[in-house]
């Protein structure tokens, strides 16, 4: 039995960039990925989502895990997965023409210095973010995306 499905004309997501994992205690989980290699990249204290913790490892290019620490009790699990795309107002027009009815207008607005983004959900309710970079801008969360001085181990 096939189960694949016919391909879009217009690819939306050109790359994953990395999974954010919902985790019951940010100490534990830090320490625990630590021991695996993982260092911080960076952190974002008090998003709407909780507090989140950038990890990569010594040999990968970009972040390609984010702990969030919700300000609520949601369930450890998958938080979200990260694509980026090459053009956010193609990639909307194009999902939506496929049947993707919570594909929303970006945030922030045309802004030429900050990131556009747009969060889906897929058929089993899990949430997809799109990202379309500012020029010139890496493909994936750096270093260099955190002013010196931030983006310490939360330790």
């Known amino acids: ?9 217009t690819p939306v997501g050109t790359r994953t960039i990395h999974v ?5 205690d940010r100490r534990r989980s830090l320490d625990f990925y630590r021991s695996l ?21 010594p040999g990968d290019e ?6 969030v620490d919700p300000p ?10 990260v694509v980026t795309v090459n ?5 909307i027009a194009a999902l939506r023409a496929a049947g993707v009815t919570d594909a929303a207008s970006p945030e922030p607005p045309d802004n030429p210095d900050t990131p556009r983004t747009v969060i889906i959900t897929d058929p089993d309710g899990n949430q997809i973010e799109l990202v379309q ?4 801008h890496a493909d994936g969360i750096t270093a260099a995306d955190w002013a010196e001085g931030t983006g310490q181990p939360d330790d």
């Open 72 to 81: 609520d009790a949601s369930p450890p699990g998958l938080s979200h997965i």
């Open 37 to 57: 290699g993982y260092e911080v990249v960076g952190t974002v204290p008090e998003t709407e989502i909780g507090h989140l913790t950038m990890l990569k490892l």
């Open 20 to 24: 954010g994992l919902r985790v019951s």
């Open 133 to 136: 970079w500012p020029q010139g």
């Open 1 to 9: 039995m096939n189960t694949e499905s016919p391909m879009s004309p």
């Open 87 to 91: 053009s956010l107002n193609d990639s």
């Open 62 to 67: 970009f972040v390609t895990i984010e702990l």
